[in-house]
Structures are given as C-alpha cells and as structure tokens.
C-alpha cells in the first residue's frame, strides 16, 4: 500500500489553461526536474528545494470552484518525481469526473520501467488519461504541435493503452 501524502511541492498553478491539454484545465505544476532541458519553457520549476509544500486538500478547494474545468493537467517539473502525492491527487480529481493529463520529460517506456521499482510511478499512469512524454530537444522544437514543444514529444491515449497493450498516440479529434 502506497503512504498517502497529505502535501506536495509545487512551482504554482495556472486554474484556466486551454494550452496543457484538450479542454478546459486547472494546471499544476510541480517543483523539481531532473532532465534540465536545454532552453525548457520552465527552468524556474528545475531545482528541487525551491517551490512551496501545499496541502492537497487546498489545490482540490480551488479545483472545486471552478465548474467549467473538463480536467486538471500534471506538469513541471517532473510529477513523475513526486508519483506518490500526484497519484493521491489524481485519484481525488476524478472523483469529480475530470481527467488527468501528465506530462513527462521521461518516455512512455522509460515509466514502465521505473514502475517495476517504484509502484506509485504505475499507479500514476494508471490514472492518466493523456501522457505527453519525453524530453524538450530544442532542435525539434515545433510551435505549430498542439501541447508539447517538440516534434519527439508523444500525446499518449493511455486509454488506448491499457485496451490494447501498446502505445496508442492521441489524435485531437478523439
């Protein structure tokens, strides 16, 4: 059983986004990156002691007031490296009908394989309904992508993924 944390270390929130993911979302962005992107839109989020501790119970209170949200997006930093606090948070988010979007500097395959080590990285995915992964590379930086900044960069259906056991990529009109 995995220790349900009651804080998690953020750089901030955008509560309206029409840019991290389809639909109208509340964006968490979390503290702390390992990957140090060259030229990453987000370096503020890089260092891991700075941000601020907040408790998950105020981030749903704001979640709450905002009728219109059709889901809540994980960014960063990297949430993949606080899997325990995001997985408590994404399990109380779609008990109010929205979904999760993740994003990740790791890959799709990199997540499955820290999954066998750490199981909140699994059960992470498991709530996440789109998973933009891997690494900013700004030589395929691309403005015209919708969600992710270079071209590398997978919008995941995980959906897709638990149904048929492989990568399934996203298309905009699902």
């Not at 968490?28 to 941000?51: A, Y």
């Not at 891997?134 to 270079?150: A, N, Y």
């Amino acid at each position: 059983m995995i220790k349900q944390p009651k804080t998690i270390r953020l750089a901030g929130v955008a509560r309206e986004s029409i840019v991290d993911g389809p639909g109208f979302r509340f964006t968490i962005f979390c503290q702390g990156c390992p990957h140090n992107c060259f030229e990453c839109h987000n370096q503020v989020t890089h260092d891991f002691d700075m941000g601020k501790e907040v408790e998950l119970s105020r981030l749903l209170e704001e979640i709450d007031k905002n009728p219109l949200l059709s889901g809540v997006t994980f960014s960063g930093g990297e949430p993949f490296c606080q899997p325990e606090a995001f997985c408590a948070l994404a399990e109380e988010i779609e008990k109010r009908g929205l979904d999760i979007v993740t994003f990740s500097g790791y890959t799709y395959e990199e997540l499955q394989d820290m999954a066998e080590q750490k199981e909140a990285v699994g059960d992470l995915l498991d709530h996440t309904r789109l998973l933009i992964d891997g690494p900013f590379i700004k030589e395929q930086r691309d403005l015209t992508l919708s969600f992710r900044g270079s071209r590398n960069q997978r919008i995941i259906d995980m959906d897709a993924v638990r149904k048929t056991g492989k990568v399934v990529l996203w298309e905009e009109t699902s």
